[in-house]
């Protein structure tokens, strides 16, 4: 989902769905900074603690509704979204940067990893990657 998503010039990421915060680290090694977002209070601490013991000073992570996003430090390079939805929440989109793009998990009971690519004029365009199976947004 890294690879889809971040690009070569990407400068900020929005991890979705923080859990242990090893997707947080992965964007770590390839932007500047990142925001996770974690529902779970006990999930955002320990990957918190976790992060900060691992020397990842370019990662914060925040308890936060995933649906919502992180819009104070958008717009975003690169969107990883860990959870699934019927549909990506409007909010996520309108925090992706022009030219970033946006890798989730479409769908309810069969879902497609598919990547959101928004252009120049803030046009989105996306691709379908294949079938996947992650946890629901909560």
């Known amino acids: 989902m890294s690879e889809l998503a971040v690009r070569a010039d990407a400068r900020a990421a929005l991890d979705v769905g923080t859990g242990s915060g090893y997707q947080a680290a992965v964007l770590a090694?390839?932007?500047?900074?990142?925001?996770s977002l974690e529902l779970s209070a006990d999930l955002a601490r320990t990957a918190r603690e976790r992060l900060d013991a691992l020397g990842y000073a370019n990662v914060r992570v925040h308890r936060a509704d995933a649906r919502l996003g992180w819009s104070s430090a958008g717009p975003y390079d690169a969107i990883v979204v860990a959870c699934a939805a019927p549909r990506?929440?409007?909010?996520?989109?309108?925090?992706?940067?022009?030219?970033?793009?946006?890798?989730?998990?479409?769908?309810?009971?069969?879902?497609?990893?598919?990547?959101?690519?928004?252009?120049?004029?803030?046009?989105?365009?996306?691709?379908?990657?294949?079938?996947?199976?992650?946890?629901?947004?909560?």
């Open 29 to 35: 090694e390839l932007v500047p900074r990142v925001d």
């Open 88 to 138: 990506v929440p409007e909010a996520l989109l309108e925090q992706l940067a022009p030219g970033g793009r946006l890798v989730a998990p479409v769908g309810r009971y069969e879902q497609r990893l598919c990547v959101f690519e928004k252009d120049s004029d803030g046009l989105l365009e996306s691709r379908l990657e294949g079938w996947v199976a992650f946890v629901p947004m909560r």
